[in-house]
């Protein structure tokens, strides 16, 4: 089992930058697909960021270019760098976790809110 721990949102005004962290817990850091979803108001949750095992990452195209993902095997946390924010970034951001030895199986985090003041 893993539980996901996100920490970092919060305020800031447009063209600013915030860092977001994940924390995992358990020994299978190493075998998970980190990702980070958002969800704004009456909208679905979406992709931004994924990153492999072996660092190979995706973006969403409205994010390309200003926000980049990460990971540390050692703190078996993901980061989720976001620089250059827009009020459109304005979301519910959550971590997810995909084991990917094992098709289906994927952990959330309980979320953290970002907000972006124009």
């Known amino acids: 089992q893993v539980q996901l721990v996100e920490s970092g949102g919060g305020l800031v005004q447009a063209g600013g930058s915030l860092r977001l962290s994940c924390a995992a817990s358990?020994?299978?850091?190493?075998?998970?697909?980190m990702g980070w979803y958002r969800q704004a108001p009456g909208k679905q949750r979406e992709l931004v960021a994924r990153?492999?095992?072996?660092?190979?990452?995706t973006y969403a195209d409205s994010v390309k270019g200003r926000f980049t993902i990460s990971r540390e095997h050692v703190a078996k946390t993901a980061y989720l760098q976001m620089n250059r924010l827009k009020a459109e970034d304005t979301a519910v951001y959550f971590c997810?976790?995909?084991?990917?030895?094992?098709?289906?199986?994927?952990?959330w985090g309980q979320g953290t809110q970002v907000t972006v003041s124009s």
């Open positions: 358990g020994s299978i850091f190493s075998y998970l697909v």
């Open positions: 997810h976790a995909e084991d990917f030895r094992s098709i289906g199986v994927n952990y």
């Open positions: 990153i492999t095992p072996g660092s190979s990452t």
